[in-house]
């Protein structure tokens, strides 16, 4: 039962080339640092990764797409990475953006085991291209298959050797519905507590969806773009 892994790096061993891999976070908030270095260190190729954003130049998903492991990415902002947009001129990576909120349910979808929903969200637009189309009182939606992979990497705050995840503010978005639509959830904490003291009405991921969980170290935290107030 438990599921404490030594490193990052024996996590991640077996994500091989041609994995669907879910990345955690939002721009560089609650992104699994310690997983996603490990993960270019691993090497694997021709990788479908599914991510808010693809990182900024050098950092985050960035350092996968910096060493040309990602052959897709499947995500919502792309953000002022340099490279993406040279990478994307010169068709060295495919790219499917996905409205935010269709992003998210596309995830949640998974996790709770629907196949596929309806939304209006883009009608009338690109988004609607090759979509099934119906009418729900008087409004047409689209019809928008669930999104899953072969792996999750996500960051928490806390968790037990169970894999109980909590999170912190606003480090938790993405993660939570990532951790439940892969069928391998690895995930990174920055303090593993023992069994029991993590109360029962705080855990945001229960272990039955964490396959694997180490401890990070080292994190950065970077911010993306630091915005000041002039006094």
């Known amino acids: 039962m438990n599921k404490v892994f030594a490193s990052a790096d024996e996590a991640v061993a077996d994500i091989r080339d041609g994995a669907s ?5 939002f721009g ?3 992104i699994p640092e310690n997983l996603i270095a490990a993960l270019v260190r691993n090497g694997a190729r021709n ?10 130049q050098g950092f985050g ?6 060493s040309k492991q990602i ?3 499947v995500g919502t902002f792309m953000g002022d990475n340099l490279l993406l947009q040279e990478m994307l001129r010169r068709s060295e990576i495919e790219l499917e953006v996905v409205p935010q909120g269709t992003f998210i349910e596309r995830i949640r979808a998974a996790g709770a085991g629907i196949a596929a929903f309806y939304t209006p969200t883009g009608v009338g637009t690109l988004v609607e291209e090759k979509k099934e ?3 729900f009182d008087g409004r047409t939606c689209l019809l928008e298959a669930a999104l899953r992979a072969d792996f999750a990497l996500v960051k928490a705050w806390q968790g037990d050797p169970w894999g109980n995840l ?3 503010k606003t480090a938790r978005n993405f993660n939570p519905e990532m951790a439940t639509a892969a069928r391998i959830t690895i995930a990174e904490v920055e303090q593993l507590v023992k069994l029991g003291e993590l109360p029962p009405d705080k855990i945001h991921t229960p272990g039955l969806f964490v396959q694997r969980i180490i401890v990070g170290a080292g994190y950065e935290k970077r911010i993306e773009k630091r915005t000041v107030r002039a006094c």
């Open 71 to 73: 052959r897709k990415h």
């Open 133 to 135: 189309a119906r009418q």
């Open 28 to 30: 560089l908030c609650g």
């Open 166 to 168: 909590v999170y912190r």
């Open 61 to 66: 998903v960035g350092l996968l797409l910096r």
């Open 21 to 25: 891999v879910m990345i955690g976070g």
């Open 47 to 56: 990788l479908t990764t599914i991510s808010n954003n693809v990182g900024v």
